[in-house]
Each structure stands twice: as structure tokens, then as C-alpha cells.
């Protein structure tokens, strides 16, 4: 399920303490005038300026982002550099991760449209393939899986396994001996299978790759030249992760291409256009009627088809995997489109602030100023350098903190040993915390060795520190015992 505003702060809290323009020139300098009653449209100079001053402030890497209105390109840019110094621009391709679900979305109600997928009927009856340890997989339909209502779920399927999965093919088999959480049609649950599974269907009921699909259907009849599902075809940036502020570029761990849930490659520049069609204008990709449908929320979720809604029209889907994220944002109702990508992937999300920065400006508003953000990344190196401290002040002070606990009852003593081993309890637990506090989302340990990092080593630092004291007072209790028991030997026993 999609975090809601407690469950996002509580997850917060956890880290802190332990823890995506061809054909379509862009718009010449100056805004269109705004129309009597409406906000001012922001000019060039002003996105620009804000997202200059956004980079600087917040360290990242590389940034670039593009914003459309109607049938034009108000501005793309890119800001930073890559990892070989090489400045990012609005044709940087980065990968846009989860964004990748609305392409999928819109592959099959391509598909729909010209017959080959029946939206409403049973997947299994269209990919034979599908097999799960469930009788309920009957049940689902398309639409369920794109409107993420199919039943699957992080919970109930293995994502281990699914993980080492060497080809589309092969990930639909291993979900062979896999259950569903709930009755299809009745939960929504935010699972990447569900978009996997759908382009395994696209391959089918097209007879082409994936990528393929995309690359005839949706990137090329939008222009979009600097885009792909494989990275032997469009090279991406290099990407980083954050260490306490510090980004550090990294490798991506290697999985099959083509993921229907996070595959795409793409540039701000790429995705002006794919904005625009969206947003109703431009080359139109699907009718208006499937537009509609793909933004329309399901019956019990704020979930549409590849795309998440919100009760102000305005519909959304963010994306990040090891070291990049992305963020795209339509406004059907004022023609208005943003994306953000970077290619660094840390604890806080920079391209979230920079969409509410844009946000701000198609509406008229003054963006919050950026500003560094330093307060969670100093904060957790304060925490671990203070672990360290605690650690080897306490190994040292074993000898008297055992002598003043001598004589008292053994519970208590027990008591003020037992927090101790807490740090490493939460660190052997956090995959299993972070998927409770974001509604059943798995982040294996993988993934969390890259943007969770940090508070992978604060928690680290905390277990060994809270071991290594656990065990200096353990050893100067045992070496204080024959005295403590010659003290309690009553008077006149024998030696």
C-alpha cells in the first residue's frame, strides 16, 4: 500500500534513529501570458534559476528535469555532472525505475486497443504461463494487475527468488509455488510483479520483446531517440549513493533488462513529449477514452492504471532503485507536466523537493527556497560517532560499573545488560522493520546497502559498541564473583 503521511514519518523516525525533445522544439525564452484568472506560467529563467540553486544546495550528483504545458516544452535542463565529471543535461539518460510502470500501463492498452489483450479478462486465459500455488490466480484480470488490486503482494510472493530471475520467462515460472495475499479485485497493494507479469503479456500478445514493443510503439512514434529498457543500448550516467552526505558513485547490481516495473532508461528531454501526450496533447499514443481509464483510481485504491491520483486531478509516479530516482507529475486539468530525475539515490529524495518547487511555480507561487539539507545525514553520523564514543567509554568502565552492581539483585543487573544487545536486534530485523513501516514493501538486504546505507553502518557501529561493552561487563562480573560470594559467606564458615 502506498506509505500515508504517519507511515512515512514513522519510517523516518526508524532511519534516524538506527537507521524520468524530439520532433517538439522547446519554448522560446518568456512564458505564454496567463490567461485572465489564471496564475502567471513560469518563465525559463525561473525554473532554471530555481533548479541551479537546488543542485548546489543539496549536494546530489546530477540533476535534470524538463516541464511541459499543453503542446510545448516550457524548459529541460540538466544540472551536475557525472561520475567522469561530464555535466548532466537534459539528454543524460538515467533510469526512472517504478516511472516505468505507466510505459507498461500504456504497452498494454496499446495492445487493447488493437484487440490483442482483453483488459477485463482473465490473464491466465492470455498467458497460459502464469502458474501460482493459488486457484485464485484465475481470478485476475489485466486491469487488476496495471491497478496493482490483483491480490499479489511484497508479502506473499518471494521477491528473493524472483530476483535472480534470468528472463521475463523465468520470473513468471518461479511464481509457481507463490500465493496471493487477498481475494483479486478487493486490496490494492503496491507490488512490482504485478508490472513484470504485464510485460511478460506484451510479449506475448505482441510476439515482439518488450523492449522492442516499447521502442516501436511508444518511443518512437514520440521521438524519443535517447530511450530504452537495456543498458547495452542507452548507456545511463553513472550512479551514486549517499554516506553521510558524502555521494559516492556506485554500481548498480546486475538483474535480466526489460522489467516491466523499473526498466526504462530514458532523458528530461525524452520525456517532454511523453508528458505532452499525457497530458492529452501532442502524438497521441491511446485514445482519449484509455487516457481517462489510465487515470481514473480503482474502486478501492487511489491507484489508476500506472499511475497514482489524487483528489485534485493532479496524477503522479515516483521511482528509485540503488542509485538513481526519478519523479514524473501531470496536471490534466492545466496542461501542466513536470519530471525529475537524478542519478544519485539517497536517504532524502531531492527530485520529491524539486517537484514541489515546480509545482509551486506553475501555480503562480514562490517554491520554498532551496536549501541544504544536512540535518538527517549530520545527524546520523553524529549518532554513529557517539556510538563509537558510548562503545569504548563503556568497555573501559566495565570493571567499575561491575564493582557498584555487586551485592544487587541479579534481575537488575540482567536488565541493564539486556538493552544492550538492542542494536544488534534492530540491525538483524531491519528488512523486516522497513516492510512493516511501509506497508509491506520488501527492502532485501541488497537494496539497503545502497540508499539505506547510513543507518546500515549507525546501527552497525551501535551492535558492535552494545556487544562489545555487553561483553567487558559480563567478564568483570565473572571476575568479581568469588569475592562478591566471600563477602556473602555467613561469619564463622568454613574457609
Known sequence: MERTPLTRHLTAAL????????????????????????????????????????????????????????????????????????????????????????????AVMILAEDGRIDLDGPVTDQLPELRMADPRVDEITVRQLLDQTSGLADTSVDVADLAEATSRTDYVARLHDDALATDPGTTYAYCNVNFDVAARLVEVAS??????????????????SGSATRDDVVRPADGYTSLFGWWVPREEPRWFDD?????????????????????????????????????????????????????????????????????????????????????????????????????????????????????????????????????????????????????????????????????????????ALATFLTGGRTFPWPSLLYFGLPVVLVLLVAALAGLAVLGARLRALLRGLPRTLSRRRPVGSAA
Open 259 to 431: 522489467t516491466g516495473s523499473a526498466g526504462v532508461i530514458t532523458t528530461a528531454a525524452d520525456l517532454g513529449p511523453w508528458l505532452i501526450s499525457q497530458t492529452g496533447h501532442g502524438r497521441r499514443l491511446v485514445p482519449d477514452a484509455d487516457l481517462d481509464a489510465m487515470h481514473t483510481p480503482s474502486a478501492v485504491g487511489e491507484y489508476g492504471l500506472g499511475w497514482h491520483t489524487e483528489d485534485d486531478g493532479t496524477r503522479w509516479h515516483s521511482g528509485f532503485v540503488m542509485t538513481y530516482r526519478a519523479v514524473e507529475w501531470i496536471d490534466p486539468a492545466t496542461g501542466y507536466g513536470i519530471a525529475v530525475l537524478t542519478n544519485g539515490a539517497g536517504l532524502t529524495d531531492v527530485t520529491r523537493t524539486a517537484l514541489d518547487g515546480l509545482v509551486a511555480l506553475t501555480r503562480g507561487e514562490a517554491p520554498v527556497p532551496p536549501a541544504g539539507s544536512p540535518t538527517l545525514d549530520l545527524g546520523l553520523a553524529a549518532v554513529l560517532l557517539a556510538s563509537a564514543a558510548l562503545g569504548v567509554v563503556g568497555v573501559l568502565r566495565a570493571p567499575r560499573w561491575a564493582t557498584r552492581r555487586a551485592g544487587r539483585a541479579c534481575w537488575a543487573t540482567g536488565l541493564r545488560l539486556a538493552w544492550l544487545v538492542l542494536p544488534a536486534l534492530v540491525l538483524a530485523l531491519l528488512p
Open 15 to 106: 532511519l534516524a534513529l538506527g537507521l524520468a525533445t524530439a520532433g517538439l522544439a522547446p519554448a522560446a525564452a518568456g512564458a505564454r501570458a496567463a490567461e485572465p484568472g489564471l496564475p502567471a506560467a513560469p518563465t525559463p529563467e525561473a525554473i532554471d534559476t530555481y533548479l541551479a540553486d537546488l543542485t548546489e544546495a543539496s549536494g546530489v550528483p546530477g540533476l535534470s528535469a524538463v516541464v511541459t504545458h499543453d503542446d510545448r516544452v516550457v524548459h529541460a535542463a540538466g544540472y551536475g555532472h557525472d561520475a567522469d565529471g561530464s555535466p548532466v543535461t537534459a539528454d543524460t539518460p538515467m533510469r526512472v525505475a517504478s516511472v516505468t510502470k505507466s510505459f507498461t500501463a500504456t
Open 207 to 224: 510476439g515482439r520483446p518488450f523492449g522492442d514493443f516499447l521502442a516501436e510503439r511508444v518511443f518512437g512514434p514520440l521521438g524519443m
